[in-house]
């Protein structure tokens, strides 16, 4: 069974930083891509950015230059480094994972960014 865990999420000020971890288990770590997903109130789920096995990664518009996705293949987990947070991304960001090239997703609980002016 997948399990993905998402830890880290917060309440910060704009312009401070936060860091999300997925942690994954029970799905094939070397097949996967991974990325991270976020939804505002009304608003509808929007990527973020994602990460293959073998580290390249894309990025949201909104993100780039502030956000980074790593990971850590030896503990199967995949980060999010957020800087320079802005109100607008106050939002619940998922965490997911997926066979590279496919759509079906493996979605985690989500962890809540709340980003204060």
């Known amino acids: 069974q997948v399990h993905l865990v998402e830890s880290g999420g917060g309440s910060v000020q704009a312009g401070g930083s936060l860091r999300l971890s997925c942690a994954a288990s029970?799905?094939?770590?070397?097949?996967?891509?991974m990325g991270w997903f976020r939804q505002a109130p009304g608003k509808e789920r929007e990527g973020v950015g994602s990460?293959?096995?073998?580290?390249?990664?894309t990025y949201a518009d909104p993100v780039k230059g502030r956000f980074t996705i790593f990971q850590d293949n030896a503990k199967n987990t995949v980060y999010l480094q957020m800087n320079s947070l802005k109100p607008d991304d106050t939002a619940l960001y998922y965490c997911?994972?997926?066979?590279?090239?496919?759509?079906?997703?493996?979605w985690g609980q989500g962890t809540q960014v709340t980003v204060s002016s």
């Open positions: 997911a994972a997926w066979a590279c090239g496919f759509s079906s997703k493996y």
């Open positions: 029970g799905y094939p770590w070397s097949r996967s891509c």
């Open positions: 990460i293959d096995r073998s580290g390249i990664t």
